[in-house]
């Protein structure tokens, strides 16, 4: 059953898909079958046991997972980065001196600070716009459905749908199928080869992260909004206060933590952003990001050390954040 | 958290409308530009393949010519080295059940602990767990690997064997699971702790055990908060290609369809008569697990994101 990989290739599709779920439903049975008896077994001891057993039952298992998967593999990481190709001899900072200087990669470190700043603040502005403009519509379901969907698709999905709008027409003599270039074509334009052209094309990347992440910020915004008490809204009215001034003079600042927490979301969802790069562009034409740069150097060349040293980089733009929100955490806990 | 859900549900009804029709026209504008990408996608997808390299999608209204023969090519022709879609389609499903209901139980379970046990490290081991939340997969990629294709060795002690998994949906599975531990845990505990305390200790008083009080109230009443989360992960897992690709060993036969689609847009010999056909079967089973539940699901992105 383990190997059904290597052997797989004279069999149909249909004899793979049967083995597949004959392992899963072998997974899910004894999975299952564990936990049941394991919760027959103690719920039957005594007290004192039971003591002790159920942080062996209810939290050691997910502690040592942890413990395994993310912290013991998150160490090792950080000390490959200061080693060789095949993680064999030490090398000091030569990776992250490497990752600063070659040309290459300071290409993928711009390109990634372009994106950090570009798409947490252009999906929270729109966000928040969307949200305010229907907080006090009657019927916003049907339009926060529609900005919100692109949440449900895969990155990837998203990169075949947007490939296909910037999709670029080479010959004169043929129609454009490309939606962009289409409508530049309409307007009288020369449409330029989009995903080719440097720096164009990041933007356009960019365009397709900000199209799956607004729906995540308007539908945290607008809860946020509706969150603000009536009397405060109604008291700016009274004071005839315009819409635009009661939007940045009450809403805004009344929902500034919330505003915070969806920034820094989407700045850690931006970091690690790969698929889009990879389906769309492949990281070439001078689009790599870092997550799919970290990924090419460790698994297609095989180079633990400097993929180690930009999965390491790519954690330190992130630490500034963690430390924010467990400080806000902490806060929260002591207001309780 | 549910309070927060409750009073945005009732003051939409008792705020008066007061809503510009600019603003609402603005956001109709916006709402179907959103639309029109995938829109497109979907209308190419039904369109013969003379069709689609000849014009537009948008001249299908002018002219609608409906075939349904990329759906069939992309799902179903193949061959043992270019398996068809549909192989890909019931990986993607036997990746993602494991990958859903694995992490949701050890969650709720360690949830319990660290929302009703009182012990020594208990806000140490919460904090911990939270900040896990935020680290990058990539940081834990190559280690992790190195521990499914060889093993933990130690010196000469074997901390943990080489199972011989490569190549299966293990790997893919206990992935998923350690990545999606950490956020199941935070938004679980969050609710496991708003249970009234009268309600575990009254149970406590009538001798329950630890493990009586879980799988008979603590369990029930958490349901709603397993369901959002579950949704979370669902879309997660489906339409992740990182995961996948990495601990798939590149083994066609274990490969989730993101990673088939990503491979179809690599090679040029893909027309968009099958991208999009074969777009449009990986992004069904979300859009419909998302149109069906999106009340859950904004639950647990709130849960998750607005603090307090």
Known sequence: MF????????????????????????ALLSFGAVIFLIFLIASRTSVKTQEWLKYLVFLVPSILLLVVG?????????????MDKKAEEFVGFDNFIWAFTIPEITVVLTNT????????ILSTVIGLAIAYMTDRMKRPAAIKSLIFMPMAISFVGAGVI???????????????????????KGLGLTPPNWLLEAPLNTFLLIVVMIWIQTGFSMVVLSAALKNIPDEVVEAAMLDGASPW?????????????????????ITIGTLKVFDIVRTMTGGNFQTNVIANEMYSQAFRQMNYGQGSALAIILFVAIIPIIIYNIRQLRLERTER | MTSLINKSLVKSKAKNVFSSPWAAFAAWVIAILWTIPTFGLLVTSIRPEKDINNSGWWTFFANPNISFENYNQVLFQGSTTNPPLYQFFFNSLAVT????????????????????FEFKGRDFIFFSIFALQVIPLQLTLVPLLQLFAKGLVIGDVTVIPDFDITGTYIPIWIAHTIFGLPMAIFLLHNFLRQIPRELIEAARVDGAGWFTLFSKIVLPLSVPAIASFAIFQF???????????????????VAPMTIRLAEMVGTRGSGWEL???????????????FFSLQRYFVRGLLAGSVKG
């Not at chain 2, 074969?278 to 419909?288: E, T, Y």
Request: glycine share 4%; proline share 6%; net charge positive.
């Open chain 1, 245 to 265: 001034r009661r939007f940045y003079l009450v809403s805004v600042p009344m929902i500034r933590a919330t505003i915070v927490v969806v920034l820094t979301t």
């Open chain 2, 275 to 289: 991208l999009t056909a074969g777009a449009f079967v990986s992004i069904i089973v979300p859009l419909i697990v």
């Open chain 1, 113 to 120: 600070a372009i994106w950090v700043v570009t798409v947490p």
């Open chain 1, 3 to 26: 190997t059904l990989a290597l052997h797989a290739a004279r069999k149909t599709p249909a004899d793979i898909i049967a083995e597949n779920f004959s392992l899963l439903a072998l």
């Open chain 1, 162 to 184: 947007w490939k296909f709008v910037y999709n670029y027409q080479p010959r004169d003599d043929k129609p454009d199928i490309g939606l962009l270039s289409a409508i530049f």
């Open chain 2, 235 to 253: 879309l997660w897992v489906w339409n992740d290609l990182l995961v996948g690709l990495t601990f798939g060993g590149g083994a066609k036969e």
């Open chain 1, 70 to 82: 993310l912290i013991y593999p998150a160490i090792r990481t950080l000390i490959l980065s200061f």
């Open chain 2, 97 to 116: 059940l494991p990958a859903v209901i694995f992490p949701i139980t050890l969650a709720v379970f360690a949830a319990y602990a660290l929302a009703w």
